[in-house]
T-cell receptor, first 107, second 114 residues
Framework: DAKTTQPPSMDCAEGRAANLPCNHS???????VYWYRQIHSQGPQYIIH???NNETNEMASLIITEDRKSSTLILPHATLRDTAVYYC????????FGAGTRLTVKP | GAVVSQHPSWVICKSGTSVKIECRSL??????MFWYRQFPKQSLMLMAT?????????EQGVEKDKFLINHASLTLSTLTVTSAHPEDSSFYIC??????????FGPGTRLTVT
C-alpha cells in the first residue's frame, strides 16, 4: 500500500470549513483513498472513500487531484464534535494507519 | 453503516493471567477480521488478519503464541492475550470486512494489566 503524508495537527474555527490535506504520491492505479477519523478512546469511524472522482456524502467531501497524488477531505461546517484524529489511507488490501492529522475545532 | 461490537469495553487483569476479547459483526457476515493495537498518543498498529476457519496471519513482531486469534464463524473473532504483562496494556480494536470490501471498526477494548 502507498504511503501517505498528513500534517500532524490543524485548527479550525467552529462553523467554518475544515480542509485536511493528504499526499500520496506513490499511489498506484487500483488503490483507493479512504478517510477515517478517531475520536478519543473510540474506534475509527469511516468518513468517505474514492478512487479518482470527487466524492460527497452527508459527512464530507473528498477531492482527489487529477494525478491522484494528493487529496483533500472537506468538512463543510465544522462543529466541536468534529475534533478528532483524521486518517488518510491508501489501500487495496489491509487498512494500515499512519499518524493522521489531529483536527481541533475551536469555538 | 454496518455495526461491529467488542466485548468487554474495558478489562483489568492481573499480570500472568489471560484475557479474551470478542469481536462481533452484528448485521453482516465478515469474511475477514482484523485486530489492531493502539498505545497512548500513537496510531493504530495492525496485529493480525484472520479469515473464518483458517489460521490468522500475524504482522512481523507480533507473537502468535501470546496473542491467540480464533475466527470460528463469519460473525465472531476472539483475541486472547495469554500471560498478560503490564506492557500488554493497550487499546485493542477489531475491524471486520464485508463481502463488498468495506471495513468497519469496533469501539475498542481497553486492557489494563496490573
Amino acid at each position: 500500500d502507498a504511503k501517505t503524508t498528513q500534517p500532524p495537527s490543524m485548527d479550525c474555527a467552529e462553523g467554518r470549513a475544515a480542509n485536511l490535506p493528504c499526499n500520496h504520491s506513490t499511489i498506484s492505479g487500483n488503490e483507493y483513498v479512504y478517510w477515517y477519523r478517531q475520536i478519543h478512546s473510540q474506534g475509527p469511524q469511516y468518513i468517505i472513500h474514492g478512487l479518482k472522482n470527487n466524492e460527497t456524502n452527508e459527512m464530507a467531501s473528498l477531492i482527489i487531484t487529477e494525478d491522484r497524488k494528493s487529496s483533500t477531505l472537506i468538512l463543510p461546517h465544522a462543529t466541536l464534535r468534529d475534533t478528532a484524529v483524521y486518517y488518510c489511507i491508501v489501500r487495496v488490501g489491509d487498512m494500515r494507519f499512519g499518524a493522521g492529522t489531529r483536527l481541533t475545532v475551536k469555538p | 453503516g454496518a455495526v461491529v461490537s467488542q466485548h468487554p469495553s474495558w478489562v483489568i487483569c492481573k499480570s500472568g493471567t489471560s484475557v479474551k476479547i470478542e469481536c462481533r459483526s452484528l448485521d453482516f457476515q465478515a469474511t475477514t477480521m482484523f485486530w489492531y493495537r493502539q498505545f497512548p498518543k500513537q496510531s493504530l498498529m495492525l496485529m493480525a488478519t484472520s479469515n473464518e476457519g483458517s489460521k490468522a496471519t500475524y504482522e512481523q513482531g507480533v507473537e502468535k503464541d501470546k496473542f491467540l486469534i480464533n475466527h470460528a464463524s463469519l460473525t465472531l473473532s476472539t483475541l486472547t492475550v495469554t500471560s498478560a504483562h503490564p506492557e500488554d496494556s493497550s487499546f485493542y480494536i477489531c475491524s471486520a470486512k464485508t463481502r463488498m470490501d468495506e471495513q468497519y471498526f469496533g469501539p475498542g477494548t481497553r486492557l489494563t494489566v496490573t
